[in-house]
């Protein structure tokens, strides 16, 4: 009977792992091996980690929890978590084995969901990018393009101002207000609402973007609205409540409390899947954190 099973090993579930750790109470983080940014060349924004490569960021933050004794590392995948009658966990790998525990804190991270232009999925993560302050400053100066609509398109072109001057809201298709279109004149962004055919580059490095009719616009990066998903539908088997918390945001977040209890007993969440502001790794880390001492002091008062 572990005091706590983490379902989760990217940053939220290893810094909650670490504060868990160093409240010594038994703790199994289980890791997938599929964390979202592994993709992306350098981490962005967080203290002390600016510009380290992800896995080798992982990679030094499990060698830390190695140190603690009362937390053990498992690769899987975890299928099924059901809560039992005496209000204990018991979680199912893929494989068939099963553990228990008092606590559970879910920390799986999100599936990010983007417009299936050919030639985007190939250069994700390089200088085709979700956030603007993980992986604005590496494209600063360039070229920009910004694919989305509505309002988050609007906002997101404007917000890029900081980092470019150069910047076109591309739409794909859609097209855009008369009040949005004087907004972005005002501002001195351009904007095309052409269908897009494909993205193009070459590795990680973006070159151009081509339009349906076949003509180009030369870009070497572009912010793109993507959409957050919960990987499993473990939270919602468990009786936690996941909603569309920023509907302008896309985010499909579980609903925790400040200190991200879920509202179910003795069943935590922490990271990029309980959160309804931008995901990155600095607020991933502390949520981590917040999550893994609100575990630790239930466990410790006994209910």
């Known amino acids: 009977m572990w005091d706590c099973v983490i379902i989760g090993a990217g940053a939220a579930g290893l810094s909650a792992g670490l504060t868990l750790g160093r409240a010594r109470r038994t703790t ?20 002390g980690h600016d510009g380290r490569p992800p896995l080798e960021y992982y990679a030094l933050a499990r060698a830390e929890l190695a140190a603690y004794p009362s937390v053990e590392l498992a690769d899987g995948e975890i299928t099924a978590a059901d809560r039992q009658p005496d209000g ?8 068939g084995r099963r553990e228990q525990a008092r606590t559970l804190l879910l920390a799986a991270g999100m599936d990010y969901r983007y417009p299936p232009v050919p030639g985007l999925a190939e250069l994700w993560g390089g200088d085709v990018f979700h956030c603007p302050f993980c992986h604005g400053w590496e494209v600063r100066d360039r070229p920009t393009a910004v694919l989305a609509t509505g309002a988050v398109g609007l ?14 809201l591309l739409t794909n298709g859609a097209e855009l207000s008369g009040a949005h279109r004087d907004q972005l004149a005002a501002a001195g962004v351009k904007w095309n609402e ?12 973006l070159r151009a973007v ?16 993507a959409f957050l998903r919960q990987r499993s539908t473990l939270a919602r088997d468990l ?12 985010v499909e977040a579980i609903a925790v409390d400040p200190m991200f209890r ?16 931008p995901p990155s790794m600095a607020a991933a880390v502390a949520s981590g954190y917040l999550a893994g001492a609100s575990a630790a002091v239930q466990l410790t008062a006994g209910f």
């Open 194 to 205: 052409r269908p897009l055919a494909t993205v193009e580059g070459a590795g990680s490095r």
């Open 28 to 47: 199994l983080a289980v890791d997938s091996g599929r964390p979202s940014n592994a993709v992306a060349r350098a981490i962005g924004g967080l203290l």
């Open 239 to 250: 009786g936690a409540t996941v909603s569309m918390s920023n509907e302008n945001l896309g």
């Open 210 to 225: 081509t339009f349906a009719d076949g003509t180009e616009l030369a870009v070497s990066a572009m912010l793109v609205k």
């Open 262 to 277: 879920t509202g179910v007993p003795g069943l935590f969440a922490a990271g990029d899947a309980a959160t309804s502001i």
């Open 88 to 95: 204990t966990y018991a979680v199912t790998f893929a494989d």
């Open 155 to 168: 906002h997101g072109a404007l917000n890029l101002r900081g980092y470019t001057d150069d910047i076109t």
